[in-house]
């Protein structure tokens, strides 16, 4: 606290950025402007702060200059205020004694037009962070120790791989599945696209290898009922049946999953007993239960990209030319294990129906036109006769090395794809007991019928029900479409924004299984920082209650989104400075003004926000 | 040019949607008038109605508040609350006489660049068509400010304000939830009382004054005035002073009382 009578003395950096900022901002006019203001001890321009001179004279100046605040007007701090946080430190300050000013996003590039104005906002800007910076005080950031141990929820494919990726890291690794066996929602699949090995068999070895692995222990059946704590030191209570087992965690890794859409009525879904999703394809197809069949159609983007839900699951194309590829090329052996297993699904209409006038009459007019070469070729490539496939899509997106050739694959197969618009999507009608598909040829511009026996929906995974209670006790975000919420859309794509829970897999958005494991390991790794660590540094923007204000009226306790604020033996809120973030809702929310957040404070902002207006601070 | 209004706009930015969305902007070269000085804060939920309310008592033309869409809140549930202050000092603001046009809250995602440039300019028109802020020609105005900051900061309004989202949300203690409808209008409720008492304590503070003359200035009936005497009264705010003649003045002891 003796620093805080120190009196400050303020170096201001204005950066010309080359000519991103001194192109439109007088940036010279501005340090002159700069030295006049009170407690200004140094003021230069820099042609590029963020290089290395730039730095180096930030450090002499401080040095030479007795500098204690520091004061960069420069881009943004959401880039650059680490680096010079850093410099700030190297020379020996205190990095909370510095102050980001932004010119150039802010100012220069938005006012292009405007020099002078721009200018004079300039000054105003550097005014108003010299008026922030004099009130800074130097923080300590918490150091907070790190049980060494992490808990991953969800037994499916991301969640596996990241349990394993932690105990072969040394960590143990509590695993809770809410299912009686593992595997997720892959135990649904027949097989993953691009190989033809049994989904179930591909994953075997990865359930055998984290049941077999001493350091994980794998919770069945369970759920995860309590959730308290913060990075390093998570409580966690585990449900199974009746019982309940106490944890202590370091980490958390939410691997939850999806769930695939349904909607009554969407395409005729359960109105209609044969039109099925694409998972429920598939199980019909694993349980050989696939009843014989004359035309099947798939409808891609069923419920998806702005139907019911905004975004695309971009694993459908995917699937769907699998299992269309799969239909072709294995129609014998899935019918011959279904009739020989007497699994027919009666409902679905099956050989009393074929072959369907409606498809002889098809056939006999493509061989009529004189296509007999086609009809012998088909014969040789066989399925594509006894079965008609087609695929209705918006456009097909079959991204990544291997599957534009599935793609093509499929259309050597004779599969057909057809175009649809959004403005006239296909309709699923029954036309006494046979089930046709109306759609708009948009190549031909005419109404069409197409007889189906089986209507397959591409409909997008969402996330599970009880997502947001989940969330809610782990005190995550979830987005509009509720899947979890990244720290960063680009940038941290596993972290949350709460350290030490990290997200992978499905429960964040739509992802194929390599995809999944790509998350899953990369989950792990950034799990592994603080437990291999075994300290957790915060940082120091945080809410500090006056003890001798505060009458413990347990408002700030109730608005906390991290459950950051407790009652202290006094009766008093007291703050978890590793679990507070430093949003400042208490601090808004007190009403004895009895919150201070570092770095933010009432009085800091308001000198910010005034200077703005005033001439002279 | 020189006698064009260039009005005076603080902004207070959220660090994760509306700050990065005026960078974007920025980065995109959207141009917007030079009106705006930003303040930046980690969340929108950050600023209380009593900050408002003094930035603009400084004497702001305007006061740009910039969070993350609903639901998108870097800190899960931060700019609900910011919707809660901001209605409340809106509330407090129209009380005082002042444009309420003068603030305006806006969402604001970190991939909105675009929609910052246009939000800025539309903002700082609607200001210019307004002109320049009272608060330094109008003392009628300053001083109902003044009073709307003191509101502002009362534990009565800051903890109603901060206990809306909870009580719709979460319930009370009794896991009841309550309508968010019938929140807002106590929250208004209270901020008119608040209001009322703040003005007396101000209006007190100045000069002694009777019942009859704080209700004529505040022009609310005199037997309201005198409830919220006895209130203050037994607040430990005001105190009444020996009775000259045959009306009893008051005067506003000096905040926080003993």
Known sequence: MSEQVEKPRVGVFICHCGSNIAGVVDVKAVAEYAKTLPDVAFATTNLYTCAEDGLANIRNAIKEHKLNRVVVSACTPRTHAPLFQSVCEEAGLNKYLFTFVNIREHCSWVHMKEKEKATEKAKDLVRMGVAKARLLTPQTEPRISVEKSALVIGGGVAGMTAALSLAKMGFPVHLVEKEKELGGFVRNLNNLYVTTKDALETIKPLIQEVTSHPKIKVYLNSKVSDVFGYVGNYDIKIKTGDQETKLKVGAIIVATGAIEYTKDGLYGYNVYKNVVTLTEFEIMCKNKTLPKLKSVVFIQCCGSRGQDKSYCSRICCNVAIKNAINIADNYDNMLGIAQQLGKVIPEVPAETKSPTPEISERRRRRRGRGEEAEAVEEEKLGPSDKIEITIFNRDIMSYGIDHELWFNKAREKRIRFIRYTPERRPEVIMKGDQLYVKYFHETLKVEREMPADLVILSTPLVAPPGQEQLAKMLKVPVGQDGFFLEAHVKLRPVDFATDGIYVCGTAKGPADITEAIEQAEAAASRAAIPLSRGYVQAEAIMAQVDQEVCTGCGTCIEVCPYGAIVKNENGLAEVIAAACKGCGCCGASCPNSAIIMTNYSDEQLLAEATAALKEAI | ?258
């Not at chain 2, 003392?139 to 989202?165: D, G, N, Q």
């Not at chain 2, 309550?178 to 003005?199: P, Q, S």
């Not at chain 2, 005198?226 to 009306?247: C, K, S, Y």
């Open chain 2, 1 to 258: 040019m020189t006698d064009e209004f260039n009005p005076k706009i603080v902004g207070f930015l959220c660090n994760w949607c509306s700050y990065a969305g005026a960078d974007l902007c920025g980065v995109s070269r959207y141009q917007y008038p030079p009106s705006l000085r930003v303040v930046r804060v980690m969340c929108s939920t950050r600023i209380s109605p009593k900050m408002i309310i003094r930035v603009l008592r400084e004497g702001a033309d305007g006061v740009l508040i910039g969070g993350c869409h609903l639901g998108d809140c870097h800190y899960i549930s931060g700019n609900y609350f910011t919707e809660k202050r901001f209605d409340i000092a809106a509330k407090l603001i129209s009380l005082t006489g002042l444009e309420t046009d003068r603030i305006r809250l806006e969402w604001v995602s970190a991939s909105e660049g675009e929609k910052f440039s246009k939000v800025v300019t539309e903002f700082t028109e609607k200001i210019r068509q307004l002109g320049p802020t009272p608060v330094k020609t109008n003392a009628e105005i300053a001083l109902r400010l003044e009073a709307a900051e003191l509101a502002a900061e009362s534990f009565r309004l800051t903890a109603i304000t901060s206990k809306e989202y909870p009580l719709n949300v979460k319930g009370n203690v009794y896991g009841e939830k309550l309508d968010a409808e019938k929140l807002r209008k106590l929250a208004h409720l209270t901020a008119e009382e608040e209001f009322e008492r703040a003005m007396i304590l101000t209006l007190a503070k100045r000069n002694r004054m009777s019942v009859k003359e704080l209700a004529s200035k505040m022009k609310v009936p005199s037997d309201r005035v005198l409830e919220h005497i006895v209130t203050l009264r037994q607040q430990n705010l005001i105190a009444m002073d020996p009775v000259e003649g045959f009306t009893p003045t008051y005067h506003t002891l000096s905040l926080g009382g003993e």
